[in-house]
């Protein structure tokens, strides 16, 4: 168990649809990330927090959005949902905000757009 | 722009034998380089990591190698066991992108 946990493990919704995945890193840790992993794909980082900042963005869309809270949470909304959007989503989170650092992942969001 | 790459996207060894995954880069200021494994319908784990003032570390199992020369690395796995089969990634501080893979398969 990394003690990263996401929910919920898997989410099926129509295109078109809004859904929002949660992710709540290690304790202690500041740093949340986000990736997407399409079937025998890489993982394809999307974008990272540091105590509520953003502070890196890779190729995340326009429809998708995400934010970390107070109570270091984090949240993944992704909006107009395409088919093309059915992938694995990872969070994962480390200690520091620098990229010396090892992350730790959970368990991942299996979407599912039909 | 630079990028993380893999020479081999799979792998098939019988048990027992040793294991050798690649691993490329191209990003010459990159000083600190992760491996991770994936198991099949589970997060990405870290296995061990490595400092470019490093060219070898060992783990239990595992040994990194690093040859900044042709920017290469490598995880070698000794005497592969069935649980090793995973997808195995490599990571590089200065790139947030982690490459397709390499896919292990262990026959036993």
């Known amino acids: 168990d990394s003690g990263v946990t996401q929910t919920p493990k898997h989410l099926i919704t129509a295109t078109g649809q809004r859904v929002t995945l949660r992710c709540s890193p290690r304790?202690?840790?500041?740093?949340v990330y986000w990736y997407q992993q399409s079937l025998d794909q890489g993982l394809q980082f999307l974008i990272q927090?540091?105590?509520?900042?953003?502070?890196a963005k890779g190729n995340i869309l326009e429809r998708f959005s995400a934010q970390q809270f107070p109570d270091l949470h984090s949240e993944l909304n992704l909006s107009s949902l395409e088919l093309g959007d059915s992938a694995l989503y990872f969070c994962?989170?480390?200690?520091?905000?620098?990229?010396?650092?090892?992350?730790?992942f959970g368990a991942g969001t299996r979407l599912s757009v039909l | 722009g630079e990028s993380v790459g893999l020479h081999l996207p799979t792998l098939s060894v019988q048990e027992g034998d040793n294991s050798i995954i690649n691993c490329a880069y191209s990003?010459?200021?990159?000083?600190?380089f992760i491996w991770y494994k994936q198991e099949s319908g589970k997060g990405p784990q870290f296995i061990i990591d490595?400092?470019?003032?490093?060219d070898k570390r060992q783990g239990q199992r595992v040994t990194v190698l690093l040859n900044k020369t042709v920017k290469h690395l490598s995880l070698q796995i000794a005497a592969t066991q069935p649980g090793d089969s995973a997808v195995y990634f490599c990571?590089?501080?200065?790139?947030?992108?982690f490459g397709a893979g390499t896919r292990l398969t262990v026959k036993p």
């Open positions: 994962a989170s480390s200690v520091g905000s620098g990229a010396k650092n090892i992350q730790y």
């Open positions: 304790s202690g840790d500041l740093s």
């Open positions: 927090y540091y105590n509520g900042e953003e502070r």
């Open positions: 990003n010459s200021a990159s000083d600190y």
């Open positions: 490595i400092r470019s003032n490093m």
């Open positions: 990571a590089e501080n200065n790139d947030m992108r």
